[in-house]
């Protein structure tokens, strides 16, 4: 008989089990097994709650992307003007807990995820639409109808960085990834008329 309320805290284990383990192999050759094995649990019961391999994937980068949506909902309430908030915008997706090495492998691998499956492929839009959205909603009334093409500019680089760190043998450093995208956002907003 199951145990009362551990299905939260199984599938929580089992998300972190699952960056921790794509993390560590790099790629998605990781097996359900393995990532059962590292939440100290049954492959079966993996299977039980997710159902394979793509939908625990799916539901480490949902529970990702939760966690990404929280730091910009935070940084924004610290935030004070229109610059001020691109900038938190900016710095919330490269603080240190979305910019470890697991994490970046996991975005790397939901990139390549997102060319084969159709909810990765549209769990990958809706984080897009809303960056895009948060970027657009300050850039507008900075720089008009030059926001469209800073905010997709500002969101490649973004993306950019992180893919390129992905790619990277080296550690990782989310203070240049910041300093690079911040010194973007400044070239964009000089070019506003007045």
Not at 11 to 26: M, P, S, Y
Not at 138 to 165: H, K, N, V
């Amino acid at each position: 008989m199951p145990k009362l309320g551990m299905e939260p805290i199984r599938r929580a284990a089992l998300v972190k089990a699952t960056i921790d383990e794509i993390g560590a192999v790099g790629n998605l050759d990781v097996t359900v097994s393995n990532i059962a094995k590292r939440a100290g649990m049954s492959s079966a019961l993996a299977h039980h709650y997710f159902g394979g391999k793509e939908q625990i994937f799916l539901a480490a980068m949902r529970h990702t992307l939760a966690l990404y949506a929280q730091d910009v909902r935070t940084a924004l309430k610290e935030a004070s003007g229109r610059k001020a908030r691109l900038e938190a915008i900016i710095r919330a997706g490269f603080i240190s807990s979305n910019f470890q090495p697991e994490v970046i492998a996991a975005w790397l691998n939901f990139y390549v995820l997102a060319q084969t499956s159709t909810a990765a492929h549209d769990l990958l839009r809706i984080y897009q639409r809303r960056l895009h959205s948060n970027l657009m909603y300050d850039l507008r009334p900075l720089i008009g109808t030059r926001a469209e093409g800073a905010a997709a500019r500002i969101a490649a680089l973004i993306d950019g960085l992180y893919l390129r760190q992905g790619l990277s043998r080296a550690s990782s450093d989310q203070s240049d990834a910041t300093t690079q995208t911040l010194a973007l956002l400044h070239i964009e907003l000089e070019g506003r008329t007045q």
